[in-house]
């Protein structure tokens, strides 16, 4: 169903945040190369040669940031069978036949870590994902936190991931094309991070 593996991709994340009444506002971009090494997501700067074994938190260290967007949560449905899913219905989503199954994950099986205030915890969900009733192709993943650690302050974690068939030398890809993480703390602030999957090859 997906072909991450074999993939790796530049992740531009674009963050924001809103401060009630007041809209959300930009804050700044980051630029990673992401992949998925041995079932793990491994990161590193832009044009770096290699993936160091170290967690998206060592490259950046301070505000909204999560790692499993690219191929963790994925992997653990539909390679790994983590977790417990629900068929739900068929549905039209933008213009186009789907079937919907419901999911939910611990925090141990969804392979998704966040950080917030220079605090990484692992987070457990629940949601849905969507695919195309004739090519069995992933289209929309989208999870929301589950009891969600009391430590990190936060109200509501929504994570939403659509994916699309990637062209790449003589083979196509199913692979993420963008991503959105919003984090809505008890304080009513909230943090959305952007996220565009491009540039993609394989290595």
């Given at each position: 169903?997906?072909?991450?593996?074999?993939?790796?991709?530049?992740?531009?994340?674009?963050?924001?945040?809103?401060?009630?009444?007041?809209?959300?506002?930009?804050?700044?971009?980051?630029?990673?190369e992401v992949s998925s090494v041995a079932g793990k997501e491994m990161f590193a700067r832009p044009g770096a040669r290699s993936f160091d074994d170290r967690d998206v938190t060592s490259l950046v260290t301070n505000g909204l940031i999560g790692s499993g967007m690219f191929a963790s949560l994925a992997r653990n449905l539909f390679v790994e069978g983590k977790g417990t899913l629900v068929y739900k219905s068929r549905e039209n989503l933008d213009g186009h036949p789907a079937v919907r199954y419901n999911?939910?994950?611990?925090?141990?099986?969804?392979?998704?870590?966040?950080?917030?205030n220079n605090r990484m915890e692992p987070l457990?969900?629940?949601?849905?994902?969507?695919?195309?009733?004739v090519t069995l192709d992933l289209v929309r993943v989208e999870a929301y936190g589950d009891r969600l650690p009391v430590e990190?302050?936060?109200?509501?974690?929504?994570?939403?991931?659509?994916?699309?068939?990637?062209?790449?030398?003589?083979?196509?890809?199913?692979?993420?094309q963008r991503s959105e993480l919003t984090v809505t703390y008890l304080s009513g602030v909230t943090n959305r991070n952007a996220i565009a999957f491009s540039n993609c090859h394989e290595y």
């Open positions: 169903m997906i072909g991450v593996p074999n993939y790796t991709c530049l992740e531009t994340i674009e963050r924001t945040r809103r401060t009630p009444p007041l809209d959300f506002m930009p804050l700044d971009t980051i630029r990673l999911f939910r994950l611990t925090h141990q099986e969804s392979g998704f870590k966040l950080q917030v457990a969900f629940k949601g849905s994902f969507w695919i195309d009733p990190l302050n936060v109200d509501v974690a929504v994570m939403r991931t659509t994916y699309a068939r990637t062209h790449i030398g003589e083979s196509d890809a199913l692979l993420p």
